[in-house]
């Protein structure tokens, strides 16, 4: 079979190996569809603090059974599945409170320690292994797990029903959990970039107020405080993990307001702690999914509140995976591209 091995920074090494032989209690699947995310630029781009090449990028993907290892028993060949990709030790403190996302011996299947799903074939464990329904197409599939991760935002959020939401970023992750937010409740949302395009996106996705906040003649505040009222936002989501966008945060949260960092920050941010103090903020981060995320996701595929053309903005062969990432990482044109789709 063919993998895309990164074997250094831009560096990608197509090479034909041995396809893998399942394991017992592991599950053979062929790749059909594999997204590119913000976390597999910074690796390909030599950017990404816990990811060592030689590795197999790829963890948003989907594909079909095709072997099964001995003692697998709730997949069969010819199903279509997703695949969670955190490999967890179900032995830590944080794997037996029910919050193995945060595992202290975690991997990633195309991340950290784990090859991932640049390739025609791979094996995984059945237990990750979670199957989508027939008439869901592989890219749909293959996007279960970035919206899983706006679900699980929300999921742990102080998000009550009623409440009024800000999303800031209108990329992948900022929309699906803007979806993610209405889905559980949300009675009004506003989302914000910098990018028009992203934004129309996000109205068509059922944004109540969408907002380019270059083009503020007042600051972000009083624009809340116009659509939402004097107390403004209820919850915050900072879907981009940059130092301006969660000083931003701080700066419009009401006293007292919860904000979730759902962004994944390159390094260390210089944030204002002083608001965070006085303000008594409840700033969280959240990180990936469990499972219970990922069937979510898959129910809000499954009714079309996430469609693949709502996120999908380019389309790749797998052969044209350097291609792809050169897509991905360039900066022109940032607002006409969100989710790069690789097809196998």
């Known amino acids: ?90 032995d830590c403190y944080n794997c037996n409170h029910g919050r193995y996302n945060i595992c202290e011996n975690l991997q990633v299947i195309g991340n950290v320690g784990y090859d991932g799903a640049f390739a025609d074939f791979i094996a995984v464990p059945e237990e990750k292994v979670i199957e989508i329904p027939e008439d869901m197409s592989f890219e749909e599939g293959a996007l279960v797990e970035p919206a899983a991760v706006g679900v699980h935002a929300v999921r742990i959020s102080n998000q009550k029903l009623g409440d009024k939401v800000v999303v800031i970023g209108a990329g992948t992750i900022g929309l699906v959990t803007l979806v993610a937010a209405k889905d559980a409740g949300a009675s009004e949302t506003i989302i914000t970039d910098l990018e028009d395009s992203r934004l129309e996106r996000a109205k068509e996705l059922g944004a109540d107020h969408a907002v380019n906040t270059g083009d503020l003649d007042d600051d972000l505040a009083e624009f809340i ?35 979730m960092l759902v962004g994944v920050p390159k390094g260390n941010l210089d944030v204002n702690m002083a608001f965070v103090q006085d303000r008594e ?57 969100l989710k790069v789709m690789v097809n196998f």
């Open 1 to 90: 079979m063919k993998q895309a091995n990164l074997v250094g920074e831009k560096d990608l090494v197509f090479e034909e190996v041995d396809k893998p032989t399942p394991e017992d209690g592991e599950v053979l699947i062929e790749v059909k569809s594999c997204g590119i995310c913000g976390s597999d630029v910074h690796s390909y781009q030599g950017e990404h603090p816990f990811v060592h090449p030689p590795i197999v990028l790829g963890h948003e993907f989907s594909g079909v059974v095709r072997e099964t290892g001995e003692d697998v028993k709730g997949v069969s060949p010819k199903d279509k599945v997703v695949v969670e990709p955190n490999i967890v030790c179900n």
């Open 225 to 259: 405080q116009d659509k939402f009222g004097e107390n403004g936002a209820d919850i915050i989501f900072d879907c981009v993990g940059f130092d301006s966008t969660l000083n931003q945060a701080i700066e419009v949260a009401r006293k007292g307001t919860q904000i």
């Open 281 to 337: 903020l409840d700033i969280q981060g959240s990180l990936m999914y469990v499972k219970r995320d990922f069937e979510t996701a898959v129910n809000m595929i499954d009714r079309g509140e996430i469609k693949a053309d709502d996120l999908i903005t380019h389309r790749f062969d797998f052969e044209e995976l350097e291609e792809a990432f050169e897509l991905a990482i360039d900066p022109a044109n940032m607002g006409e591209k």
